[in-house]
């Protein structure tokens, strides 16, 4: 055999080596040196993979687009993540607020109830205080009362004691409007109309000035009240009987000049 044959000869057994070698080849792809091989069920050569990454068998799906898509998906559940723990921290913070808040409410409302409550005491002490003078005074004038009487005396009214210094004071009778401050024992219905008859004489006397028409007025309609106090007399406390006259007594001799205070 001469040098060409010899040559031909060779050349068509390694061509004949390499076709039969492929699929040895296409098997041992997963062993392959290269830096990166992909082979999910051993159907992948190297050299479909490298010769066209985004074709050929499997390449669109294994390669860069499915790592891109899965990247994006990992940084939106990343995103999620903290847009979730964001919300849960707002959320405790608004819990606390309403927590506080109400904390705060009920904490005003047990201090509101507790100084209502001891403005109450305080003001029962306060009546209770008044309740024990008033009846202390009672019991005195009841006493001053007793010995007049013994000593023969009226315990109301000595008809010979000049009423003419009566005079009412300024929280009693306003000398810039005229207005008048009734004592609480003139204060029943029989004596209504006749407080409203001298409130309108003070409210005149105080815009015209006193006149002897106009004192005359006043001091009628005042001994008219005093009788109506008489009629009572069984029904009140010395004390406020006697108050009570020397109020109507003073209305007369403030009703005869001007009004000061």
């Given at each position: 055999?001469?040098?060409a044959m010899r040559k031909l000869t060779l050349s068509g057994l390694c061509l004949m080596v390499l076709i039969s070698a492929g699929p040895?080849?296409?098997?041992?792809?997963p062993f392959f040196p290269r830096r990166t091989i992909y082979n999910f069920g051993g159907g992948l050569s190297p050299s479909?993979?490298?010769?066209?990454r985004w074709g050929g068998y499997g390449g669109g799906y294994y390669g860069g687009g499915y790592y891109d898509s899965g990247a994006g998906y990992i940084r939106a559940q990343g995103k999620a993540q903290v847009d979730r723990s964001k919300a849960m921290i707002n959320y405790q913070e608004a819990q606390s607020k309403q927590l506080d808040n109400q904390k705060k409410m009920a904490e005003?409302?047990?201090?509101?109830?507790?100084?209502q409550r001891a403005s109450i005491a305080e003001q029962q002490e306060i009546i209770k205080a008044k309740d024990a003078a008033r009846q202390a005074a009672n019991e005195r004038q009841t006493e001053i009362n007793r010995k007049r009487r013994e000593s023969g005396l009226s315990?109301?009214?000595n008809a010979s004691a000049s009423q003419d210094s009566e005079r009412?004071?300024?929280?009693?009778?306003?000398?810039?409007?005229?207005?008048i401050s009734w004592p609480e024992s003139l204060m029943g219905n029989e004596f209504q109309a006749s407080r409203e008859k001298l409130q309108e004489l003070y409210s005149l006397k105080n815009s015209t000035g006193v006149t002897s028409s106009l004192s005359r007025q006043i001091s009628d309609e005042a001994n008219s009240m005093k009788n109506l106090l008489r009629g009572q007399i069984r029904h009140m406390l010395p004390n406020d009987y006697l108050a009570a006259r020397g109020f109507i007594e003073g209305l007369i001799n403030m009703g005869k000049t001007s009004v000061t205070g």
């Open positions: 055999m001469n040098t040895i080849l296409e098997a041992a792809g479909v993979y490298y010769g066209n005003t409302y047990v201090a509101r109830q507790k100084a315990p109301y009214f009412l004071n300024s929280s009693q009778l306003n000398p810039a409007t005229g207005e």
